[in-house]
């Protein structure tokens, strides 16, 4: 008898009917157009379900590849995408009108969507059958990613702007993806996540009501769009009762605040791509089950199921993952959606006494920190005041703090650190490295598109999108005609900023506090002595050159700075690499400290040491932080860099010994 007949043969055959699974995605994008639509077809072919892209930091930030911040950052951490023959090419022979997009972009989001919209439109795709989100989320952004341009109010309103055009325009796609996720990468509890993304979503969709751009009976419509994009983590129980807890205050929020009765449209609707802070350098291997553990907080419970789930490669602790480590966690979804028989049943934690009990608890927590940010005013307000930025960043030192001590173990890392070699990190190509290459040639491409452009459907454009900045009115229809005429993205970004100006949001650095214990005494007594020995206070600048946003991990060394007794200059992201050479001359620091996760360390670190040795501080120690491969390392010390610290490199505390060593070296070997 077979293994599949008779009675065996229950175990191969479903017993009831399957749910759907999720939308499948891989966040990625590199390099160009057209390597990274190489990569999209290849998944799609692989069986992911949907598109999920990352844009390098200078289309996130508003600028041309030649602008002079955006040296070194084309085509890191995204494709580029400067206009759109540039989006042509990245959608090149893939239907947008049968494709589900998700594009990770903020404070550029109306210009993106413009440029897709206008692609569709060449395509002949009906516009009422795109589906697909922009993140669009900007207060987050405020506080984690950094990819803001504008103050809080114009920003707002151009968010406003997207809503109010798609819900009309374009029916099926979500316009805001408001966005947890960074929130967590941040350091947020789970508590301040959910509370700080609910009041996020009611600060967005307040401004679209008093916007007068959509009519009352209309708005309902409105928050049935409103989606959002989450973190969760290995501690799977609680981030799934989490993922329930968010679900039922959204839909209790939406019906009181906004008296929403058609249950559908107060649907909780979201996207995850679950956590990558968690994700170790040390023994990489092991993140395999971090994510598969992580992802089932969002998987395991159907009320509370995500709609998309994207997930982190093993290795991007190690630098940008390959296509393979891509399909990797592709085919992780793929076991859990197609070969377990966690499609085919009802909600499986319904009735469950301890999931209800801590359901319960983290609703509580949760209204009580979002009314404390609704009683300042709410979300922006909360940002002006720094109140949630401080609050991650103090998270953030809590939990550094927890894993130096070995109170939050991470295997590989403060426990179980033993380990045979693994043979998936070494000999070269173990990661993907984009080619210095890929940035002269798309300058040079943006260069033949501007050329053969009709100069004067340009400057109608921006003229007409000035306007519409200015009058108050919708600027999308404005931006989608400049996508048309072959306006750029820098040009689109400058026109605004000339109208809105720019913005730089608090760096909550200031007031919050790391813990002071003992460990920190050895380094607060060298700390004194190198200072007296210099005859005044040990000073470190800690800087964030280019456009990379992600300052985790420079506000951690300030605040352990500051509290291991140093002064510390540290004034947030996005410097150029002169700014930051005339604020170490300015302050008169010891040793310079920068950090980059980008990718874009090579380019910008030397051109600091450069500058600072044309400057006269060359005997000054530069130390550099971030997600650095081996042989970067190499090259950074040869150019002169003193220290290389790599997320392996979790003891804060120890750095701060190393830095003060380096600075009374310094000073030694300059007498």
Not at 177 to 197: D, I, K, M, R
Not at 204 to 230: C, H, K, W
Not at 235 to 248: D, L, N, P, V
Not at 459 to 475: F, H, I, P, T, Y
Request: net charge negative; charged share 25%.
């Amino acid at each position: 008898m077979s293994e599949t007949s008779g009675k065996g043969a229950d175990s191969v055959k479903p017993k009831t009917a399957r749910d759907k699974p999720w939308l499948i995605r891989t966040y990625s994008g590199h390099s160009s157009a057209k390597a990274s639509n190489e990569l999209y077809r290849t998944n799609l072919a692989r069986g992911q379900t949907g598109l999920s892209v990352a844009f390098d930091l200078p289309t996130q930030t508003g600028y041309d590849s030649d602008h002079p911040l955006a040296r070194g950052e084309v085509g890191k951490v995204g494709v580029p995408v400067g206009h759109l023959g540039d989006m042509r090419a990245l959608f090149d022979g893939i239907p947008l009108e049968k494709m589900n997009t998700s594009m990770t972009i903020n404070a550029t989001a109306p210009w993106l969507l413009a440029l897709y919209i206008a692609a569709a439109d060449e395509q002949g795709a009906d516009r009422s059958k795109l589906s697909g989100t922009v993140q669009n989320d900007i207060i987050k952004e405020y506080l984690s990613r950094g990819t803001y341009i504008f103050p809080p109010a114009p920003s707002m309103r151009l968010t406003t702007d997207v809503i109010s055009y798609t819900y009309r325009e374009l029916p099926k796609w979500n316009p805001t993806n408001v966005c947890s996720y960074h929130l967590q990468e941040a350091g947020a509890t789970p508590v301040q996540e959910v509370a700080f993304a609910l009041a996020t979503a009611i600060a967005v969709l307040d401004s679209v009501r008093d916007s007068g751009q959509v009519p009352a009976d209309e708005f309902p419509t409105v928050v049935g769009r409103i989606s959002f994009f989450v973190n969760a983590g290995v501690r799977f129980i609680t981030e799934m009762s989490k993922m329930r807890a968010f679900t039922e205050l959204w839909d209790e929020l939406t019906a009181t605040r906004y008296g929403i009765e058609d249950a559908s449209l107060r649907r909780f609707r979201y996207g995850v791509q679950v956590n990558s802070l968690g994700l170790t350098e040390q023994q990489p291997e092991n993140n395999v089950y971090r994510i598969l553990l992580s992802m089932l907080a969002v998987t395991l419970s159907k009320n509370a199921r995500a709609r998309a789930v994207q997930l982190p490669a093993w290795n991007e602790a190690l630098g940008l993952p390959r296509p393979w480590d891509q399909q990797w966690s592709l085919r992780l979804q793929q076991i859990v959606a197609y070969e377990t028989d966690l499609l085919e049943y009802a909600d499986i934690f319904d009735g469950s006494v301890a999931i209800e009990k801590k359901v319960t608890a983290l609703k509580q927590e949760i209204l009580e920190e979002f009314e404390r940010i609704q009683a300042m005013g709410g979300a922006v307000s909360a940002i002006e005041s720094s109140y949630m930025k401080q609050a991650l960043v103090q998270s953030n030192s809590l939990r550094m703090n927890a894993i130096e001590a070995g109170e939050l173990p991470l295997i590989g890392v403060n426990i179980f650190a033993e380990t045979a070699p693994s043979p998936l990190t070494g000999g070269d190509g173990a990661i993907l490295t984009v080619d210095d290459s890929a940035e002269h040639d798309q300058i040079e491409h943006l260069k033949a598109w501007r050329a053969q452009r009709d100069g004067a459907a340009v400057k109608a454009a921006l003229a007409g999108l000035s306007d519409a900045a200015r009058e108050g009115r919708n600027m999308m229809p404005a931006s989608i005609e400049a996508a048309k005429a072959g306006v750029t993205t820098g040009e689109w970004g400058q026109v605004l900023r000339e109208i809105f100006g720019e913005y730089r949001a608090p760096t909550g650095v200031g007031r919050a506090s790391n813990d002071r214990g003992a460990d920190l005494s050895a380094v607060q007594a060298k700390v004194d002595a190198v200072s007296a020995k210099l005859g005044r206070r040990l000073k470190i600048l800690v800087g964030k050159p280019g456009l990379d946003g992600h300052s985790n991990g420079a506000e951690q060394i300030a605040v352990k700075a500051r509290d291991s007794g140093m002064e510390v200059v540290y004034e947030g992201i996005r410097l150029t690499p002169a700014q930051i050479v005339n604020a170490a001359l300015e302050e008169g620091v010891h040793v310079v400290g920068l950090s980059i996760l980008s990718g874009s360390h090579v380019a910008l670190v030397t051109d600091v040491m450069d500058r600072m040795r044309a400057a006269g501080m060359g005997d000054i120690p530069v130390v550099v932080g971030g997600i650095i491969p081996p042989e970067d390392e190499r090259t950074l010390k040869a150019a002169g860099a003193a220290a290389v610290y790599t997320p392996k490199d979790y003891q804060i505390s120890e750095i701060m010994s190393d830095i003060v060593d380096l600075v009374d070296k310094s000073q030694d070997e300059a007498a």
